[in-house]
């Protein structure tokens, strides 16, 4: 009988009650419907100022340099040209990388961990995946700029270059801050969530589904690619959303790794910049109509987060469709 | 019952984390140790008011403000000095424009088209601002060529690096690096390497690469033509930006057959980097490594410094036999008006004592210095220091600084 | 009656079967292979994952493991000099800090998290979708863009869009206030997820007896959830510790900032001190920077197996 304390109700016994339908106090419950519309009005304030900070703090830039700051392919605060094309092609490249690496390598890993593994070890390599997934960004740049940096100059990059006889895409000397040494860390940092939020959409497949397909003779490969593939299609698309606005927006590892060079890459082992780590070391030392550029560039990074998310909201619902169709 | 005993063990986690992370702090406050009082930093320097300020800038001097702000910091129970950010130069001047730093670090001082580009319309003009200097170092070309050994200095001149700077001088082995240390590589039975030569620079709006370009400038006007500048130089492709002295000092460590420019004590704090220093041509035609002592007499040829033009606080390429052309003071930039009395009082304080050295009972910022490898002001630079914050005011024209140390 | 079977035509559902399981039989042999040379590439796949993610744990473990010890938890950084190059001290600064930050980031976002998640979970208005929607945006975003705008909004303040904020300058606020706005679409998203999972006879049984709705989510749906919701604040206090981007220009962090729980001055962070000590110019700085990782790393681990630990009960309790 807890909760019945309400003497409104207890006077006054509506017509309503005996159908069932409790009969709301107006003014008592108001409280109710204004503290959760207020708070949740007060985090939706936040964010239009969020926005509204980020846009208007670029619009001096965007007044001053207009759509050249989109196009141009020199970004110089000496000289005063501000063109992020250079940046934007190296948050697009580091990305790519990241995710080429890491989304079959992370479905894979899922399928292996849920089909393949015996059910102790099952336990033991998704919580090692749930650590790994939880390990900040700042411990990933700093293992990758004094660990995998130095293995990458001594090692791989030489052999690299060697493999592809100095022809693109390693033909320059190596150096250890590099793209594709910022994309392997991409996807180092990338790969538990992949992994994870994988294994999760794979167990919502239902037993049954799998264990029929096996019953009629399908083997494990035919079962995984047919049944719980497609079934898992909405959780995996999830996890290559999330994955990539991560590896877009990534900042303080990548600035560590990628060497602070806002040309564009000629090979994949010279350094480069990204729009989060140009903005990240240029911020504090810019003059006003600098900063408005620096301003733009984040407006640029979070359009393409945005897009990102969009695309795959509109894949999910798709594919949800598909499922129910199924 | 069962939903509560999960409630109470979520919450007993975080407050059991809580607790183990408050440990320090418990700890902490019950183990302060008490440094031994020190004449010099007690009589001048105490605060009879709390007080905090923090300052930011120039990585130039964070070697040393680091060491200076902890050390005054423990000796003073009223003032907190609650850090300095080593963000750069040109960071520097900014937080101190836009009110987030209290005193402003930076290598070269503060010019009205910094003002007018960095806070325009507040109205701020050079007079609204004292410059004091507070450090003096110099620049060292580190490189990092595999198989060399750090007794082998190569020999550059300003020609040789403007160019490698530039792009025109592009391998290691290009004959005018070759020439000019024909005798060096002989004696030392080694080749310069076939590389191309990757060249690091500062990321950041670097007072450092002020003193850097400016010193190309007026060593090799034919070839460096742009005035000196804090700003981020252009790189080529294969070249690698540092955020920082520290950043230009980690990739010069990690890359191989790359060169760059880092303040000096940045040398002695990272012994990797002392396999390659090079040796550079002062105004007397001298091949000179960087080394206080070396520092020194670069600054003995100018005696009177001023904060107010580029001729007056340079002091790269002077002539003197021994002289390190690549030289230069670090200043300390504060408002000249100061709205908060305490405040204001504590940052004089602090900067008085730094730009000073101490008797031999006492230590002061200087003595700090000469521990983090940076040279002693000269006396008649202190004693600049020392008038220029008598000029600095508080709420009401009182002058803050009240000192009776010589 | 055989000969009334011979006389009818032939079965297609029969005849189906029959070419399935030849086709079947053929192709086996092929099947199998395939099968084999794919679930093959799927635990190379997960080899290949471990690699690097081992090679992590190793380094963090071997170099930063010999850095604990009660003088590294409790003293504050000392400053290494020319004759002293080990002098590191400890990082005692950076854990009150982190400890001032996320404490008080997690004070604000749990009632505005917990609250927002109520209303999207309960109520179906536009301005519900939209707020979910906005959640959701808001988790995909960079970091450093809430960095920006508390950089703007707190540390430098002033006259904005006709609003006077207060300039309070590199502090504790500043980063607090980062954090918090980043928290509390994660602990939205989360708590909706649990709030909404209460069963809905237990809601109605509720209703039914006459209570209003505030007091069926104020006695029935929150204690019933409430384990799911401090997963969700578990969730977020382990994102919250372990960002750095929002907190590079609010805090004001530098290696030697000194200990304070003001909240109105500058401060240091953990996230923060690896990162400059990672970048710093002494070496065993950057040394120490490792013990400092795994440290975090721990933290961050105690709190994901909390996580963990809850949901499992929860799903046990379920059942």
Redesign the interface.
């Given at each position: 009988?807890?909760?019945?304390t309400?003497t409104a109700?207890?006077a006054a016994p509506s017509p309503d009650?005996a159908e069932?339908r409790?009969?709301?106090?107006a003014k008592?419950?108001s409280?109710?419907?204004i503290?959760?519309?207020g708070?949740?009005g007060?985090?939706?304030v936040?964010?239009i100022?969020?926005l509204?900070?980020?846009v208007?703090?670029s619009l001096p830039a965007w007044e001053k340099y207009g759509t050249s700051i989109l196009t141009g392919t020199v970004w110089?605060?000496?000289?005063g040209q501000y063109g992020a094309l250079p940046l934007i092609a190296g948050t697009l490249e580091t990305a790519a990388i990241a995710l080429t690496l890491a989304v079959?390598?992370?479905?894979?890993?899922a399928?292996?961990?849920v089909?393949?593994?015996h059910s102790r070890l099952r336990t033991f390599?998704s919580?090692?995946?749930?650590?790994?997934?939880?390990?900040?960004?700042?411990?990933?740049?700093?293992?990758g700029?004094?660990?995998?940096?130095?293995w990458f100059?001594s090692s791989v990059e030489p052999w690299l270059v060697s493999l592809f006889g100095g022809h693109f895409p390693f033909q320059?000397?190596p150096?250890?801050?590099t793209i594709l040494l910022a994309g392997?860390v991409l996807?180092?940092m990338v790969?538990?969530l992949i992994?994870a939020l994988t294994r999760d959409a794979i167990a919502t497949v239902p037993n049954e589904l799998v264990e029929g397909a096996l019953s009629v003779?399908a083997?494990?490969?035919?079962v995984?690619?047919k049944v719980v593939l497609p079934g898992a299609r909405v959780g995996i698309v999830g996890a290559i959303?999330?994955a990539s606005?991560?590896a877009?927006?990534?900042?303080?590892a990548i600035?560590?790794v990628i060497?602070?060079?806002?040309?564009?890459?000629?090979s994949l082992d010279?350094?480069a910049a990204t729009l989060?780590s140009i903005?990240?070391?240029?911020?504090?030392?810019?003059?006003?109509?600098q900063v408005a550029a620096l301003?733009a560039l984040?407006v640029i990074?979070?359009a393409m987060?945005?897009l990102?998310?969009l695309i795959g909201?509109q894949m999910i619902r798709r594919a949800a469709i598909k499922v129910t169709v199924l | 019952m069962r939903r509560t005993l999960l409630s109470a063990v979520g919450a007993t986690a975080i407050v059991g984390m809580t607790l183990a992370l408050a440990a320090p702090a418990l700890a902490t406050t019950h183990k302060k140790p008490k440094p031994k009082p020190d004449p010099y930093v007690t009589a001048d320097t105490q605060m009879t008011t709390a007080a905090s300020i923090a300052g930011g800038g120039s990585t130039f001097a964070a070697p040393l403000e680091n060491a200076a702000q902890a050390y005054y910091g423990a000796r003073n129970g009223n003032a907190t000095l609650a850090g300095y950010q080593a963000?750069?130069?040109?960071?520097?001047?900014?937080?101190l424009l836009n009110g987030s730093f209290n005193y402003g670090g930076t290598d070269v001082p503060l010019a009205q088209t910094d003002i007018n580009?960095?806070?325009?319309g507040k109205g701020y003009t050079l007079a609204s601002f004292e410059q004091v200097p507070v450090g003096l170092g110099g620049i060292a070309m580190a490189y990092n060529l595999p198989g060399f050994k750090s007794s082998v200095h190569l020999e550059f001149n300003a020609t040789i690096i403007a160019d490698i700077y530039k792009g025109t001088i592009k391998n290691w082995n290009d004959p005018a690096i070759a020439n000019l240390n024909k005798a060096i590589l002989k004696t030392a039975k080694v080749k310069l390497p076939a590389?191309?030569i990757?060249y690091v620079a500062r990321?950041?709006?670097s007072g450092t690469t002020y003193i850097f370009t400016n010193f190309l400038g007026t060593a090799a006007p034919s070839v460096w033509t742009t005035a000196p500048?804090k700003?981020?130089?252009?790189?080529?492709?294969?070249?690698?930006?540092?955020?920082g002295n520290q950043g230009v000092a980690?990739?010069v460590q990690?890359?191989?057959?790359s060169i760059g420019y880092v303040e000096y004590s940045y040398l002695l704090l990272n012994p990797s980097l002392q396999q390659g220093v090079g040796a550079i041509l002062n105004k007397s035609g001298k091949y000179v490594v960087p080394s206080p002592a070396a520092i020194q007499a670069d600054a003995a040829a100018k005696p009177l410094v001023s904060p107010a033009t580029l001729a007056l606080y340079s002091i790269v390429f002077l002539p003197g036999a021994t002289a390190y052309p690549i030289s230069g003071y670090t200043w300390a930039v504060v408002f000249k008006q100061q709205t908060n009395a305490a405040k204001g009082t504590l940052l004089v304080k602090y900067l008085d004592w730094l730009s000073h050295s101490g008797n031999p009972h006492s230590t002061a910022g200087q003595n700090i210095a000469k521990a983090q490898g940076y040279v002693m002001l000269p006396k008649n630079i202190q004693k600049l220091a020392r008038n220029t914050l008598l000029s600095v005011r508080g709420p009401g024209n009182v002058i803050l600084l009240t000192t009776t140390a010589g | 009656m055989t000969e009334l079977l011979e006389g009818l035509p032939a079965d297609p559902i029969l005849e189906r079967r029959a070419l399935v399981a030849q086709t079947?039989a053929r192709t086996l042999r092929r099947?199998?292979l395939?099968?084999?040379?794919?679930?093959g590439?799927?635990?190379?796949?997960?080899l290949?994952?471990?690699v690097?993610?081992v090679?992590?744990?190793y380094?963090?473990i071997s170099k930063g493991l010999h850095w604990w010890s009660v003088e590294f938890f409790t003293t504050t950084p000392a400053i290494p000099s020319i004759t002293q190059p080990n002098n590191i001290g400890g990082f005692s600064n950076a854990i009150i800090g982190t400890l001032l930050i996320v404490g008080c980031a997690t004070l604000i976002a749990i009632?505005?998290g917990v609250?927002?998640g109520?209303?999207?979970a309960?109520?179906t208005s536009k301005?519900?979708t939209l707020?979910r929607s906005?959640a959701?945006?808001?988790t995909?975003?960079?970091?450093?863009?809430?960095g920006?705008?508390a950089?703007?909004?707190i540390v430098i303040g002033g006259e904005?869009?006709g609003i006077t904020f207060p300039s309070i300058g590199f502090s504790g606020l500043a980063g607090a206030f980062a954090i918090a706005?980043l928290m509390?679409p994660i602990i939205?998203k989360a708590s909706e997820a649990s709030l909404r999972s209460v069963p809905l006879t237990v809601r109605e049984a509720?209703?039914?007896?006459?209570?209003?709705?505030?007091?069926?989510?104020r006695?029935?749906i929150i204690p019933t959830a409430l384990p799911g919701l401090v997963t969700s604040v578990l969730l977020a206090i382990?994102r919250g510790?372990?960002?750095?981007?929002p907190l590079?220009?609010c805090i004001g962090a530098s290696i030697y900032n000194p200990t304070t729980w003001d909240l109105k001055k500058p401060n240091s962070a953990i996230?923060m001190q690896?990162?400059l000590s990672?970048?710093s110019a002494y070496p065993a700085q950057?040394d120490s920077?490792w013990g400092m990782?795994l440290f975090?790393?721990v933290v961050?681990?105690i709190?994901?197996?909390g996580t963990?630990l809850l949901a499992a009960f929860i799903q046990r309790e379920r059942r």
């Open positions: 009988m807890a909760g019945v309400d109700t207890q009650l069932g409790p009969r709301r106090s008592s419950d409280v109710y419907w503290t959760l519309y708070v949740s007060i985090f939706a936040i964010c100022g969020f509204l900070s980020v208007s703090s110089n605060q000496s000289t079959p390598i992370g479905i894979g890993t399928l292996a961990i089909f393949v593994l390599f919580s090692l995946v749930e650590v790994l997934a939880a390990v900040p960004s700042v411990v990933y740049g700093f293992w700029l004094l660990v995998l940096g130095p100059a320059d000397a150096s250890t801050e392997c996807f180092v790969l538990p992994v003779g083997t494990r490969w035919q995984l690619h959303t999330l606005a991560r877009l927006g990534e900042t303080v600035a560590l060497g602070l060079n806002p040309n564009f890459a000629h010279s350094p989060a903005i990240a070391t240029e911020f504090q030392d810019s003059t006003p109509i301003g984040a990074l979070m987060t945005l990102v998310n909201r | 963000v750069g130069s040109g960071a520097g001047e900014v937080g580009t960095d806070a325009p590389q191309p990757k990321a950041d709006k500048s700003n981020p130089l252009t790189l080529g492709t294969g070249d690698v930006a540092g955020s980690a990739a990690s890359n191989a057959y | 079947a099947r199998t395939v099968s084999h040379g794919m679930v590439a799927c635990i190379v796949a997960l290949l994952a471990l690097p993610l090679a992590l744990l380094a963090l009632p505005v609250i927002a109520l209303l999207i309960e109520s301005f519900a707020l906005t959701e945006i808001m995909g975003l960079p970091s450093i863009l809430l920006i705008f950089y703007t909004v904005k869009w706005v509390i939205m509720g209703l039914a007896l006459g209570a209003r709705k505030s007091v069926v989510a006695r029935i382990s510790v372990g960002e750095t981007a590079l220009w996230t690896i990162y990672a970048t950057r920077a990782a975090l790393v961050v681990l709190l994901s197996l963990r």
